[in-house]
């Protein structure tokens, strides 16, 4: 049976958001024409795609691609002072609309929820190390009922399933933070987006294993692979996680050590039928954009080809 799998990309290839300098100069239409060109379906979103609905479309029917999500900063992680949980979450409901509406406008499934509160992510000389931790199981019970509340919010308004990005410097980094953020969210109303590269860096040497623990979670997939002599520099030094990134801890799939055959094989087996997406932060000065980004792609086309035989 074959596999009803697509693959599409992050921009972050051809231009960084966190690190602007990073092909900072590439215009959109460079990255999507090249994007196309190579073989992806869809792209997730940057700083550099239209911000309405309809204007997004256009652009991406321009060059016959989908829009496959988009992040979300969102800051459910930390009620601030003088407010309620409820305060909380109605406050994200509101600033939310533009981005789902637009999300939704264009057929989106999924979006990618990242969380800012607190987080060192963006901070390029705050150390790795020094990222936000939950204190107690009260307040990762908390945090759980504010997310359930906000996912069920997009589910039953937009139709867009929420996928928690654990992601590097931020609360939610570890493998036990994925277990732990698990526990204490609704599976109807909180799905996990499965990043290989963070799941290395964030402490799974082999990222096969949080992958099967949660496959019934995983609603999107983002494929990026690791360099792990740069991983080990970066927390022998205290780097920070943009100098990591400065510094060629990631890189697309296929050219590194995580193993996209057994990745691949599993979310098959799984019955995972989203979107792979290749994202890969690197300075397309040292790891010129569509070189790497064909990379990304030929690698997972050639596993999903050979797995739609074996089928």
Known sequence: MTWNVRIGINPISWMNDDLPALGGETLLETALKEGKEIGYAGFELGNKFPKDGPSLKAKLDEFGLACVSGWYSGFLAE??????????????IERCKQHMSKLQYNGVKVVVYGECAGTIQGQIDTPVSKRPRFANEALWVAYGKRLDAFGAHLKSTYGITLAYHHHMGAYVESPEDVDHLISVTDPQSVGL????GHAYFGGAVDPLLPLKKHIQRIVHVHCKDVRPKVI????????????????????VPG???IDYGAILSTLKSAGYEGWLV????QDPAVAPSYQYAKKGFDTLQAIVHRLNQEA
């Open 278 to 281: 290749v994202e890969a932060e």
């Open 232 to 251: 080990a520099q970066s927390r022998n030094d205290g780097w920070s996680f943009l100098t990591g990134v400065l510094n060629g801890t990631f890189t």
């Open 193 to 196: 987006l499965y990043d290989t």
């Open 79 to 92: 009620v601030p002072a003088g407010q309620t949980d409820a305060d909380c979450v109605a406050l994200e």
């Open 255 to 257: 050219d590194g050590v």
